[in-house]
């Protein structure tokens, strides 16, 4: 799929792409949720009544007119009034996002906002969480009790008690990151619940941290694509999306990198959403600097390192799926001694200290070469490998085996496998 350039795309056509990327993400049901966009003659296009949101097409999409004439094949979704009292309220915001995603739902129903302080991207994306009083849904009160949040310039993302969330953004894009950036929030803090105590970020650590993007890093010009660098660049995309599908980044979340040629590699940029990444994203680091025109991801630096002191590592994955997130916000030790194929795929996954990946690269480096996998504090999940599709598997096994325990916690705690097992494993997997 080309990159979801919101420019050149008929909102019909914007609304079918997010709506089904929602429902294949396991983020709404066949009949839930909806979605819409209001373009610049003020025409809003949004998703029908009652129709399969796994088979919709652009021509099921609906235009209410701003005189409330309805063009289309089917009625608009039932909750349009809500749509439109947001659209009235604020004229900034041109896209809207409804659905009913259980980690959100759980907070609808729990009545509490979810604290969106546990790693630093996710504050800034979602912004502050505002709270919408229970009405009937597609009533016109309904409509009002959120028009009445979204009045307040700060809330981009407002929890509807007993019912779900709904999202504003600049377009359609900005809204779908903050979804689904704020439901993988609410998962790993569902997660994190069952482990332990939350750890939080204070607003200075967060702050810190968005200073800390490499804005000043060196460009070089005269670069060139030969054909095993282009196939690098393919193959990172393919995995990419993969990692999308499979639930281990999200469009906000996620930085790969694969070693070209001695020390120089090819890394992902910041600002591209995942899910859309293209092979022209992709930025070539030469000596450390990177090709003219791109940004490359904050953590450069540290990917540099880790090649440099590392030849047996030619292939790294930094993400945050929610059940390792879990572990890494909540403090709680990532004991990997729980089937015998996670233990041979990473041995043990010690936890570092928040921000230590970007002041003491030279220590975390050299930690990679014993580990394969580091979790960081309120951040990410490292996974170094040699071939890229064999860091993605260890990626898998950690985040399944992260899962395992979440729910084992729910039934009993983790009865590890013991020493004399490990040394057996040890000698028969030649395991170091
Ligand atoms: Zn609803």
New binding site residues.
Partial sequence: MKQLDTKFMHPAEQINVIISRIYHSGMTTTS???ISIRDENGDIWVTPSGIDKGTLSPRDIVCVKPDGKIVGEHKPSS?YPFHKAIYDTRPEIRAVI???PPGLVAFSIARQIPNTNIIPQAKNICGEIGYAPYAC?GSEQLGRNIAEVFKQQKYKAVI?EN??VVLGGTDMMDAYQRFETLEFCCRTLVNAGRLGKLRLLSDEKIDEFHARIPHNISHFMDVSYPSDERAIRTLMCKIIRRSCDQGLMISTYGTVSVRWRNNDFLITSPNVPRWDVQPENIVQVRDGMAEAGKTPSRSVALHHRIYQKNPQINSIITTQPPNLMAFAVSGTKFDVRTIPESWIFLQDVPSIPFGLHYQEIDKVADMLGRNRAILVENDCVIVTGDKLLQTFDYLEVAEFSAHSLVMASAIGPLQPIGEEEIEELRKAFNVK
Avoid: Q, S
């Fill in positions: 839930g949720g909806n909750e409804h659905a009913h849904p509807l019912h779900g």
